[in-house]
């Protein structure tokens, strides 16, 4: 088992910065891949970043250039910087993992309870 906790959200203005962390703790050997997605008022649920084992990180369109996914596997946490923030930004953020399962070899994902992050105009 592996257990996600988020923090760092809160409400900013827009063109504030914002640092979200994610500490894994249980099983964390076992995983591979993270990242975060997010999800606003009425919309599905989307990702936002990916990273690989080894820090190779993957950014989708609408936040390149401004968000920046990291993690620090010596302490098992994973970041997302977030810079010129705007109100589209609006969301609660999930830290998601992907893992193994090494009795099955099978994929198991974990996903953190969310930190909200409002931006105001």
Known sequence: QVQLVE?????????DSLRLSCVASGNTFSINAMGWYRQA??????LVATISPDGK??????VKGRFTISR???????FLQM????PED??????HANALNYDNLAEIEYWGQ?????VST
Do not use: F, I
Request: aromatic share 6%; charged share 20%; glycine share 14%.
């Open 7 to 15: 923090s760092g959200g809160g409400l900013v203005q827009a063109g």
């Open 57 to 62: 990180p993957n950014v989708m369109y609408s």
């Open 90 to 95: 609006t969301a609660v953020y999930y830290c």
């Open 41 to 46: 008022p009425g919309k599905e649920r989307e």
């Open 72 to 78: 620090d596997n010596a302490k098992d946490t994973l």
């Open 114 to 118: 969310g930190t909200q992050v409002t």
């Open 83 to 86: 810079n010129s923030l705007k």
